[in-house]
């Protein structure tokens, strides 16, 4: 079964924020918002070791403890294994993304895609999770982003050993599926590229967003599609700064970004669309995606996601953006794809 058939429906949640990334996320405020992502029909979870070095984890645990395990889909993720020992969490080597979860948990982190690191990750998710399974692991940020020039070097670490180790779980239905879930669309193409070892999809963040599609549309999208290998759109709002908030790939966002939300914040307006709309259904419109799993650390946000997947753009909107070449010419349109 392809992960799009496994997830019930495409409007996943992310948890990112809940390992307290940027800022102190009280804990009744966690609970409510994964709760409110349950009653209002979310049933795939995405989250990971390196949110909050594991509380974004031990969050969502508690949260779905009184939901039936067959009931909804959990995706976390290996390559950072959390210790006990403690460490200065702004002191963190994180590449492009310093400081990101300065107000987790102190753990140490030690980055490893050995086979030997994911098994002893995926263990280790399962009691912080305290769940008896997971449903899809994703290899996490094998990428430029955090990795600079050694990210083949990972790379290389991860085919020999995560990627071995989670095909191998998949075959004895330990896990239902596996993938790369990354910043990056290098990484992507290059595992479709392999002839060993083929994954089922991948959570590719902030690279199929209204701010920025060009490359991932050109190859990956269509790749990706043919091979069956589902998308699942991360990071749709840019991690914040098309939805109303400040953050562009997860830093404060530049003003040349700025003014480009602008410009489509103001032709949606004129055509009475949200922008939020807009940008989760432009992510779904290809047909690679799978779902779109946005964040949110507040419950109110989960209506307004709902909201916007529900709300009907008029064609001319689209039909402007891409005059206006705020989208890629060739890029599947959400009134292209259901004909509306
Ligand atoms: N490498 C990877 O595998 C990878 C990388 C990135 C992301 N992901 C996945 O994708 C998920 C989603 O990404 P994300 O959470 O980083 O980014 P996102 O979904 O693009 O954006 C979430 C941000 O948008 C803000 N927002 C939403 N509605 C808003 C409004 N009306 N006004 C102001 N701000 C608003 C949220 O603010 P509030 O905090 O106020 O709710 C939150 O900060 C992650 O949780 C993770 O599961 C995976």
């Known amino acids: 079964?392809?992960?799009?058939?496994?997830?019930?429906?495409?409007?996943?949640?992310?948890?990112?924020?809940?390992?307290?990334?940027?800022?102190?996320?009280?804990?009744?405020?966690?609970?409510?918002t994964v709760d409110a992502a349950w009653e209002q029909g979310v049933r795939y979870f995405d989250t990971a070791p390196f949110y909050g070095a594991g509380l974004a984890e031990i969050r969502l645990g508690a949260a779905l403890q009184k939901h039936n395990r067959d009931d909804y889909v959990l995706s976390t993720k290996v390559g950072r294994l959390v210790l006990d020992e403690i460490e200065e969490p702004a002191a963190r080597d994180l590449g492009e993304k310093g400081g990101l979860f300065e107000f987790g948990r102190p753990n140490k982190l030690v980055n490893d895609y050995t086979a030997d690191a994911t098994l002893r990750s995926i263990e280790d998710s399962l009691k912080r999770l305290n769940t008896d399974r997971l449903d899809i692991v994703w290899v996490h940020d094998i990428a430029q982003d955090f990795y600079g020039d050694e990210w083949l070097a990972q790379f290389?670490?991860?085919?020999?050993?995560?990627?071995?180790?989670?095909?191998?779980?998949?075959?004895?239905?330990?896990?239902?599926?596996?993938?790369?879930?990354?910043?990056?669309?290098?990484?992507?193409?290059?595992?479709?590229?392999?002839?060993?070892?083929?994954?089922?999809?991948?959570?590719?963040?902030?690279?199929?967003?209204?701010?920025?599609?060009?490359?991932?549309?050109?190859?990956?999208?269509?790749?990706?599609?043919?091979?069956?290998?589902?998308?699942?759109?991360?990071?749709?709002y840019s991690s914040g700064v098309l939805a109303g908030g400040t953050h562009f790939e997860y830093q404060k966002a530049s003003p040349e970004?700025?003014?480009?939300?602008?410009?489509?914040?103001?032709?949606?307006?004129?055509?009475?669309?949200?922008?939020?709309?807009?940008?989760?259904?432009?992510?779904?419109?290809?047909?690679?995606?799978?779902?779109?799993?946005?964040?949110?650390?507040?419950?109110e946000r989960i209506a307004e996601d709902f909201a916007a997947l529900s709300e009907k753009i008029p064609a001319a909107f689209w039909q402007e953006m891409r005059e206006q070449q705020l989208v890629a010419a060739d890029a599947p349109l959400p009134s292209t794809r259901t004909g509306a």
């Open 1 to 32: 079964m392809s992960i799009r058939e496994k997830l019930q429906g495409v409007l996943g949640f992310g948890t990112a924020l809940l390992g307290n990334m940027y800022r102190n996320i009280p804990e009744a405020q966690a609970q409510a």
């Open 156 to 236: 290389e670490t991860a085919r020999k050993g995560a990627f071995r180790v989670l095909s191998r779980l998949r075959e004895e239905g330990v896990i239902k599926a596996w993938g790369l879930g990354v910043n990056r669309v290098e990484p992507c193409e290059l595992t479709l590229d392999l002839t060993e070892a083929q994954p089922d999809g991948f959570l590719l963040a902030g690279r199929y967003t209204l701010l920025d599609h060009e490359r991932a549309l050109q190859r990956l999208m269509p790749a990706a599609a043919r091979r069956n290998v589902d998308i699942v759109v991360g990071g749709p």
């Open 257 to 299: 970004i700025l003014a480009k939300v602008e410009r489509i914040r103001t032709l949606a307006q004129r055509h009475q669309v949200s922008i939020k709309a807009a940008a989760l259904q432009f992510s779904l419109a290809n047909p690679a995606a799978a779902a779109v799993i946005p964040g949110a650390s507040k419950p």
